[in-house]
């Protein structure tokens, strides 16, 4: 049977677009030694090396006219990884970037992401390179049909269940969910993250922030810190997930002062203007610098105008930073600046915004840090919901949907604290997070047989 260190052996040679997935099964595999060496039937049923490979990973061609009446080709795909627990879930994502190696590591994070929130969904993870900036919205809808005339014969209510990430939100989710009707004559939950009226769960929008600001208040009190109230806090991104993380710390009564997008950070000393956001990217889908000709007083910093190796909006004095745009977008030397400025909590609400340097900066210094596999769990929770909604043709209240995604998010914090302690890493929420994730699905594989 191999040990954890010939099983990274294996893959010691990452291509390109391996090394993502690469960076996040390292992780996994080295936090849950401590749990391998507790209990042998894990190793005797070969667990992680089964479980480092997906179950199947479905890639085809994405054919549609843009407005031009010139034909456009995309790749889509579909990572079905692991469905131990439920059927797979996770997002899709359209962005130019997007690759099976992309696609390999975020479905890898979901299934240990999905096994934490104690419900029964496995993991997946599907998308395309398809950009959907710069696009018309009869241009979205075709791709959209387009990618959906071939997903649906891999997707259902009970197999598989994809939903929204970058670059895929109530529009796109819409569109989907109305051409895979139009094909297969079912109105069946085969999507989460519909708009509201006709299926999707109230409160998914705003699930993920919401959730990432619940689990940060719990880590804090059971660190015995205090809470965000009155804090200066910095958010990168300024999608889905960043600007309802903003719109919770506002709640709370926190004072965000930050957000980006791909092009440049604002830093609004005061506050940044939530309402102005929200019409910026939800509405109008404009850069971030048109900011400043509401708020002048407010200072925008363009990328490229920063060393390359770093961020600005990580180099703000703030007590809580909250990655919520893409992978490995917090360095090493972020995590520098971010420590030396006094940060006391680090949650992502992205998928593996830290880098490893950084990640293991913080747990060096013994900041409070919430991985994205805990912290950014409640969108895949209410996610669930909506299937549990959809399953018995039913609508949950907002209030309802808050308090359980509230009760989720706790549960997922106390299970995570608990298991560090149990297994010797006590106060390390990535080992944490690692073995209980883990655990959930090894535990089923094992009752499952081969
Ligand atoms: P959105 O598409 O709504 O927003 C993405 C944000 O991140 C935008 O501000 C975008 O800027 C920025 N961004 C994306 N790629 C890059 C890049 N390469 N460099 C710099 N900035 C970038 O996506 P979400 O908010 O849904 O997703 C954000 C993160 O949260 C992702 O890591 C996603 O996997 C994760 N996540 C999302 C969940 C959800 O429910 N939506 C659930 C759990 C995690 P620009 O517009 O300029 O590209
Ligand atoms: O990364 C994630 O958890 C998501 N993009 C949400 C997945 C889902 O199925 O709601």
Not at 301 to 326: L, N
Request: glycine share 10%.
């Amino acid at each position: 049977m191999m040990n954890v260190n010939d099983l990274i052996k294996k893959f010691e040679k990452p291509t390109d677009s391996n090394q993502l997935f690469y960076q996040a099964m390292e992780e996994v595999v080295l936090s849950i030694a401590p749990l391998l060496d507790s209990d042998d039937r894990y190793k005797k049923n070969a667990i992680l090396e089964r479980l480092v490979v997906p179950d199947r990973v479905i890639k085809f061609k994405v054919e549609w006219f843009d407005d031009n009446q010139n034909i456009q080709v995309n790749t889509g795909y579909r990572i079905q990884f692991n469905n131990a627990l439920g059927p797979y879930k996770g997002g899709l994502r359209f962005h130019p970037t997007v690759n099976e190696g992309v696609l390999k590591f975020l479905a890898f994070e979901q299934i240990f992401k999905n096994s934490l929130t104690g419900l029964p969904i496995g993991g997946g993870k599907g998308g395309s390179d398809f950009d959907p900036k710069g696009k018309s919205d009869f241009e979205v809808m075709k791709f959209c049909s387009a990618f959906m005339t071939e997903l649906h014969k891999y997707i259902g209510p009970r197999v598989d269940v994809p939903a929204g990430d970058i670059g895929v939100g109530a529009r796109e989710i819409g569109y989907l969910f109305g051409e895979y009707k139009k094909i297969t004559s079912k109105y069946d939950g085969i999507l989460t993250g519909k708009p509201f009226m006709f299926g999707g769960s109230l409160m998914r929008p705003e699930a993920t922030g919401y959730g990432l600001i619940y689990f940060t208040e719990t880590m804090l009190e059971l660190e015995n810190k205090e809470p965000l109230t009155g804090k200066i806090c910095t958010v990168s991104g300024s999608g889905n997930v960043a600007l309802h993380a903003i719109e919770k710390l506002y709640h709370l009564g926190a004072i965000p002062v930050t957000c980006s997008d791909s092009k440049g950070t604002i830093y609004h000393k005061e506050g940044v203007d939530l309402d102005l956001l929200k019409d910026m990217k939800f509405n109008r889908r404009v850069s971030l610098e048109e900011y400043l000709e509401v708020h002048p007083e407010a200072t925008y910093i363009p990328a490229e105008d920063y060393p390359a190796d770093g961020h600005a909006v990580w180099d703000i004095p703030c007590y809580g930073a909250f990655p919520c745009a893409t992978q490995n977008e917090l360095t090493g030397m972020d995590a520098q600046n971010l420590i030396a400025n006094g940060v006391e909590v680090v949650a992502e609400g992205a998928n593996m915004p830290c880098t490893t340097k950084a990640t293991n900066d913080f747990l060096n210094h013994k900041i409070c840090f919430g991985p994205a596999k805990a912290a950014n769990a409640g969108g895949v929770a209410v996610s669930e919901f909506e299937m549990a909604q959809n399953a018995s043709m039913g609508k949950w209240s907002f209030e309802k949907v808050d308090q359980k995604l509230k009760t989720t998010m706790q549960q997922i914090a106390k299970r995570v604290v608990l298991t560090a302690k149990d297994y010797g890493v006590e106060g390390n929420y990535v080992d944490g997070a690692n073995i209980a994730g883990f655990k959930r699905v090894a535990d089923a594989m094992i009752a499952e047989g081969i």
